[in-house]
């Protein structure tokens, strides 16, 4: 079992700056792809950024330039720098990711955190 727990979060107003943290625990032996998606009221989750092992990382087109994803691997923990917010960035931000556990070695599972809320204000 993997736990992933969300921070960072918050208000903040148009043209400001959060960091959001997420940070992975529980039986892993290896962690691959990582990435950020959001949900905003009465709209589908959407994927933000991706990172790879390697840290390669891709973007959605809307955050791409503002928002950058990276990655801790000592620390089992990811980071998403939101600069430049817009009223649009508002939503859940959910962190997810795909493990290897010591409970099953033999494929790879997705984990998804709880989420924490970025409320941008104009």
């Known amino acids: 079992q993997v736990q992933l727990v969300e921070s960072g979060g918050g208000l903040v107003q148009a043209g400001g700056s959060l960091r959001l943290s997420c940070a992975a625990s529980?039986?892993?032996?290896?962690?691959?792809?990582m990435a950020w998606y959001r949900q905003a009221p009465g709209k589908q989750r959407e994927l933000v950024a991706r990172?790879?092992?390697?840290?390669?990382?891709n973007y959605a087109d809307s955050v791409r330039g503002r928002f950058t994803v990276s990655r801790d691997n000592a620390k089992n923990t990811m980071y998403l720098q939101m600069n430049s917010l817009k009223p649009e960035d508002t939503a859940v931000y959910y962190c997810?990711?795909?493990?290897?556990?010591?409970?099953?070695?033999?494929?790879?599972?997705?984990?998804w955190g709880q989420g924490t809320q970025v409320t941008v204000s104009s």
């Open positions: 997810n990711g795909r493990f290897t556990t010591i409970s099953d070695t033999l494929r790879q599972n997705d984990y």
């Open positions: 529980g039986r892993i032996i290896s962690i691959d792809n």
């Open positions: 990172i790879t092992a390697d840290s390669i990382t």
